[in-house]
C-alpha cells in the first residue's frame, strides 16, 4: 500500500480483555517495528522485526504482550488481560532495511481500557 | 543505556520567525545516527531531518537545520520562516549503528501563532 496502515483507530476495551492491534507495513519493508506512545510520553520501544530473523522483544512491558508478523508482512500485537496503564497509543513503523533508514509510520492505534 | 532528552515540553514562535528546539542525548557510542520526527494531530510520525554522527557538517532540509555538537551531545533543531503547518509535536531520536532500536525523547509541542 501507499504507507503503513494500522487498525483498528481507536479501541476502548473492559480491563481484563484480550485485544489485537493490526499493523500492515509497506509493501517490501523488512523491517517492522512496534512502540507505545503513552499521554506525554515519548515512544517505548516494543518490538522489532527483520525478515526471518528472530524478533527481538526485549520492549514488551510482561508476558501479557506479544506480537507476531505472519509471512514478512502484516503484524499482529496481541495484549491479554490489559489492564489501564495499557492505555496509550499503539504505533507501527516499517522501514526498507534495518540501519539508519528512515522509519515510516503508521497512525497509530489509540487504546483506553476502561 | 541510551537515553534522549528534550527539556522544552512546549514552544511557540510566531509565524515567520525562527525557532530552536534543543536535544541532548547520551551514549558512549562513537558511531550513531540521529533524527528528528514531526507528529501532527494526525499522529503519523515523519521524518524531519537525520545525521549522521561521523559527519561533521550539520544536516539541512530546506527551512530545517540542525546544530550538531557530538561532544557536547547536543543536536537542536532550527525552523526557519515558520509555517502555521510547522505546529505539532517534534521527537528527537537516537538509533546505535547497526543496532534496530530508535530511543526517543518526551517530544516538544510547538505552536505557530498567525
Known amino acids: 500500500g501507499a504507507g503503513v496502515s494500522q487498525s483498528p483507530s481507536n479501541k476502548v476495551t473492559e480491563k481484563g480483555k484480550d485485544v489485537e492491534l493490526r499493523c500492515d507495513p509497506i509493501?517490501?519493508?523488512?523491517?517492522l517495528y512496534w512502540y507505545r506512545q503513552s499521554l506525554g510520553q515519548g515512544l517505548e520501544f516494543l518490538i522489532y522485526?527483520?525478515?526471518?530473523?528472530?524478533?527481538?522483544k526485549s520492549g514488551l512491558p510482561s508476558d501479557r504482550f506479544s506480537a507476531e508478523r505472519t509471512g514478512g508482512s502484516v503484524s499482529t500485537l496481541t495484549i491479554q488481560r490489559t489492564q489501564q496503564e495499557d492505555s496509550a497509543v499503539y504505533l507501527c513503523?516499517?522501514?526498507?532495511?534495518?540501519?539508519?533508514?528512515?522509519?515510516?509510520f503508521g497512525s497509530g492505534t489509540q487504546l483506553s481500557v476502561l | 543505556a541510551q537515553t534522549v532528552t528534550q527539556s522544552q515540553p512546549e514552544m511557540s514562535v510566531q509565524e515567520a520567525e525562527t525557532v530552536t528546539l534543543s536535544c541532548t542525548y547520551d551514549?558512549?557510542?562513537?558511531?550513531?545516527?540521529l533524527f528528528w520526527y514531526k507528529q501532527p494531530p494526525s499522529r503519523q510520525m515523519i521524518l524531519v531531518i537525520r545525521?549522521?554522527?561521523?559527519?561533521?557538517q550539520n544536516a539541512t532540509e530546506n527551512r530545517f537545520s540542525v546544530n550538531f555538537q557530538k561532544a557536547a551531545k547536543s543536536f537542536s533543531l532550527k525552523i526557519s520562516d515558520s509555517q502555521l503547518g510547522d505546529a505539532a509535536m517534534y521527537f528527537c531520536?537516537?538509533?546505535?549503528?547497526?543496532?534496530?532500536?530508535?530511543?526517543f525523547g518526551s517530544g516538544t509541542k510547538l505552536n505557530v501563532k498567525p
Open positions: 513503523a516499517s522501514s526498507l532495511r534495518g540501519s539508519y533508514e528512515k522509519l515510516f
Open positions: 509493501s517490501g519493508h523488512t523491517a
Open positions: 522485526f527483520q525478515g526471518n530473523s528472530a524478533p527481538d
Open positions: 551514549t558512549s557510542e562513537s558511531d550513531y545516527y
Open positions: 545525521q549522521e554522527a561521523y559527519k561533521q
Open positions: 531520536a537516537y538509533r546505535r549503528y547497526n543496532f534496530n532500536k530508535f530511543y
